[in-house]
Nanobody, 122 residues
Framework: QVQLVESGGGLVQPGGSLRLSCVASGRTFSAYYMGWFRQAPGKEREFVAGIGSSGDSIGVYAPSVKGRFRISRDNAKIYLQMNSLKPEDTAVYYC????????????????WGQGTQVTVSS
């Protein structure tokens, strides 16, 4: 069974930075795409960023975070460096993994971890 553990969230002022971490376990993820997602209160969960399985994979980003967020990966661990944070980035952030890129980018998963809360507020 896949387990996903996210960490690194917190309260930050607008313009600040946070670095999220995710550790996946329960299977071999070497051939899996991995990604970050978020869900704001009253909104659907959305794709934030995704990355391929190789160490030099280029991240793919949602337009709302492109240029401010950076995804990176070390085997079954992924990270999300979030800079220039805005109040609209406030959400619970989740990670997940799939061998199918379309499943990843459409957030089409049956199970999720607990997520980590990010609150951007002055």
């Amino acid at each position: 069974q896949v387990q996903l553990v996210e960490s690194g969230g917190g309260l930050v002022q607008p313009g600040g930075s946070l670095r999220l971490s995710c550790v996946a376990s329960g299977r071999t993820f070497s051939a899996y795409y991995m990604g970050w997602f978020r869900q704001a209160p009253g909104k659907e969960r959305e794709f934030v960023a995704g990355i391929g399985s190789s160490g030099d994979s280029i991240g793919v980003y949602a337009p709302s975070v492109k240029g401010r967020f950076r995804i990176s990966r070390d085997n079954a661990k992924i990270y999300l460096q979030m800079n220039s944070l805005k109040p609209e980035d406030t959400a619970v952030y989740y990670c997940n993994a799939s061998p199918d890129w379309q499943i990843l980018t459409t957030s089409n998963f049956r199970s999720w971890g607990q997520g980590t809360q990010v609150t951007v507020s002055s």
